[in-house]
């Protein structure tokens, strides 16, 4: 297995800002140099082990998927990428961190909505259906069931929060509050498409994409950009298609794994209360939870 990066260290580049993930570096006035480390958080909150291997994956996935996407595939949407090399920008000794594990991309302001699409019912959209028969706003069917796919994807867009706070779930009219009907029409639409399009895709490799979040910001002639990691494992609830079965999630190609030994463990005899500091992870729940990214990528890019 390959040696983990819990966090970066870059000596030739200024830290912006650490997420959950990622380690942002500046390049200049106009440029960011994302570092996918191999941290990873449940429950917002980050995890004391690394996942040996996850940034490398989680970053090839989303090149994948920009380039199918991007200007040189389906030409959905502007990409945030430069397409200069990550490695040209840090010194020799900072390589062995840069390597297959980031990004360069375009500085860019965030727009502080989450744009979550879901295809079909499942965690908290599920939760929520059971409630109000909607889903953010959005009113659904009755009779649907933990898993059902929905009769065409919708829009349930979330806050962003702080890193170690949860976003929250809102609705299409209060986007349109905090950004305006216009950014929020095009986002909800664009998203859509852009889902559409990889659930096509992943299903002719055997894989369902339940639902994924993705991030958009503006340059500075006011252009929506797609940004930030897209359709990955962590971003998305990704479902073998051949066991899947209305009523029940799958065994996912993600973290659920993890989240589900988390909701098991006890601390002096009590559940974790989902606040730091995060339980220690055992060996094995490392080893699976890697073998579940693995599995996705491989399946995705066969």
Known sequence: ??????????????????????????????RILMVASDRISAFDVIMGEPIPGKGVLLTQMALFWFDRLGPRGLNICPIHLTGDAPESVVSAQDVAQVQGRSMLVKRLTPIPVEAVVRGYLAGSGWKEYQEHQAVCGVPL????????RLPQPIFTPAAKAAVGEHDENITFERTVEMIGADLATRIRDISIRLYEAARDIAAAKGILIADTK??????AEGTLVLMDEVLTPDSSRYWPADSYQEGANPPSYDKQFLRDWLESVLINGKPWDKTPPAPRLPQDVIEKTAAKY???????MA
């Open 294 to 300: 693995e599995e996705a990528m491989r399946k995705l």
């Open 1 to 30: 297995m390959t040696s983990a990066l819990h966090t970066s260290a870059l000596t030739s580049l200024p830290l912006l800002a650490r997420g959950k993930v990622r380690d942002n570096y500046a390049v200049g006035e106009d």
């Open 141 to 148: 069917p009755a009779g649907l069931h933990n898993a059902s």
């Open 214 to 219: 993705f991030e958009f910001g503006l340059d």
